[in-house]
């Protein structure tokens, strides 16, 4: 295995080489430096040094590891992954922010949020190789090499730790829930509790967990994205097509109290801004395609993320629009509520049983398929660390341990706290930053612009713009729980 700081004295050297030769990034200079802290990494070289350049990973660790055992990634299965990972249940509330907020000033904010989370999404995709052409396939890396490893730790870990283990953990409530409604309304079986679907889901989940990486289970983002495409239509065309109930209100709801009427603007504005996922995996799904001197991965990437942006943004409007249409002021506040006023108002007096549980059908798939993409995350941490320490792969069995370890927790989790989708503002206000923030300033710090340029400005206001946000939505989180209360139903889901 090749010495770390022999590493990063190569790439020192290579970045000093190379510095003056890519025409389209000498807009930007380099970092001064990387650290041999952020492991794993893989390189691509530059034009200079193709004639010397074989192939394979520089780090072999990176080819043991789940998110950069294999390469061999398209634009087809990124863009599946992202749209996994991206479309959920989440935006099943966007109606009740335009509930809240109106017609206007839902679709104004719901098209920022959009273009804001492209745009950093785009500083990623191109943050994703630097040029002295080291890969960072996670996160967590690039933030250290940006921010420093202590910082950088301090910013990102658990963030990124609630979007993969927490985000399984809800997925499992969800999925659960969902399964539980089915069996309800479609079936009249109201034999199985909420604990014993949870852990049927689970087990489903560990079946599929056990594909070996991330590019080996395009096939279950194509049909976890499918899925979620196909509820989201369904949802809003059956409430197009079935009419508006009688007695419905389009008027905000009104509030004796100011505060109260700000703390719900403010929670109506986190759920658009909430309503898009997936930044914490767009590095890792990036890590799957291949990189070559001539064609980088940035260029498929950037295709695979306005491919699904733009089937996204025709599942979220029309679904938000649609939705508030149909339902008014009289849309719930949480996704299995949303399900069951669903079968209310379009239920068994207008609509089959088998459309109501074909929406649950495609509801719990895309759970179990959106839990794949994110747990790979905490997968391949499990097995760097282990990789780290034995300096060789880790055997199949201990990989399985790992994935049905994983898998009991996160079902231990989901028992003991089954209101954690309660806890989603709050803590979504937390982790906001990931997404609409350090993007920005990590740009700036590793492509260092011109102080006071236009690309500098744009990212120093995005920047603290998302962090000013993030704690706006925190407060707002805060007082709506301390108004409302909250039903902490500990193992009793």
């Not at 202590?150 to 658990?158: N, S, Y």
């Not at 209310?344 to 074909?358: A, D, E, I, P, Y």
């Not at 997404?435 to 590793?446: D, G, H, K, L, R």
């Amino acid at each position: 295995m090749i010495n770390l700081e022999e590493v990063a004295v190569e790439a020192n050297c290579r970045e000093e080489i190379t510095r003056q030769s890519h025409s389209l990034r000498s807009l930007f200079r380099s970092p001064s430096g990387y650290s041999a802290q952020v492991i794993p990494i893989t390189t691509t070289p530059s034009k200079e040094s193709t004639e010397i350049w074989v192939g394979g990973e520089l780090i072999p660790q990176d080819a043991w590891l789940p998110i950069t055992e294999s390469r061999n990634g398209n634009v087809f299965s990124a863009t599946f992954h992202l749209l996994c990972s991206g479309i959920g249940v989440q935006s099943l509330l966007l109606p009740l922010a335009f509930a809240t907020v109106g017609w206007t000033w839902g679709i104004i904010c719901l098209s920022l949020a959009f273009a804001w989370q492209l745009y950093t999404s785009w500083l990623l995709v191109h943050l994703h190789e630097s040029n002295s052409g080291i890969r960072y396939s996670r996160y967590l890396h690039l933030a250290i090499t940006a921010f420093g490893p202590k910082l950088g730790k301090l910013l990102t870990i658990f963030p990124v730790m609630y979007l993969s283990g927490g985000t399984c953990a809800q997925l499992i409530i969800v999925g659960g829930g969902t399964m539980k409604l089915f069996l309800k309304n479609v079936w009249d079986v109201n034999s199985l509790t909420a604990t014993e679907c949870f852990l049927l889901f689970i087990c489903m989940a560990i079946v599929v967990a056990q594909l070996p990486n991330l590019n080996s289970i395009a096939w279950v983002s194509l049909i976890g994205a499918t899925t979620a495409i196909a509820y989201c239509t369904l949802i809003w065309g059956l409430s197009i097509c079935k009419g508006r109930p009688s007695g419905i209100s389009y008027n905000p709801p009104e509030m004796d109290e100011k505060m109260d009427r700000f703390g719900v603007i403010l929670n109506a504005l986190g759920i658009i801004v909430l309503a898009f996922r997936g930044h914490n995996v767009i590095l890792e799904i990036q890590g799957t395609l291949p990189s070559s001197p001539k064609q980088t991965s940035q260029n498929q990437m950037w295709r695979g993320v306005t491919v699904s942006y733009a089937v996204t943004a025709m599942c979220f409007l029309p679904l938000a629009v649609a939705g508030f249409w149909a339902y008014g002021n009289n849309i719930p506040s949480s996704y299995g509520r949303i399900l069951s006023s669903f079968s209310q108002f379009n239920g068994h007096k207008s609509t089959s049983k088998f459309v109501l549980g074909l929406i649950c059908i495609l509801v719990v798939i895309n759970c179990l398929s959106t839990f794949q993409i994110y747990s790979m995350v905490v997968f391949d941490n499990l097995e760097f660390k282990y990789t780290s320490r034995k300096n060789k792969p880790c055997a199949k069995w201990l990989r399985i341990a790992f994935r049905i370890s994983f898998g009991g927790l996160v079902f231990f989790i989901a028992v003991t706290f089954p209101f954690l989708p309660s806890l989603a503002p709050l803590i979504g206000g937390m982790t906001l930053p990931l997404a609409y923030a350090y993007p920005c300033f990590m740009w700036i710090t590793m492509k260092k612009p011109e102080p006071k340029s236009a690309m500098w400005c744009v990212n120093i206001g995005l920047g603290f713009l998302g962090l000013s946000l993030s704690v706006v939505l925190v407060i707002a989180s805060v007082w709506n729980l301390a108004d409302k209360g909250l039903r902490a139903n500990f193992f009793r889901p």
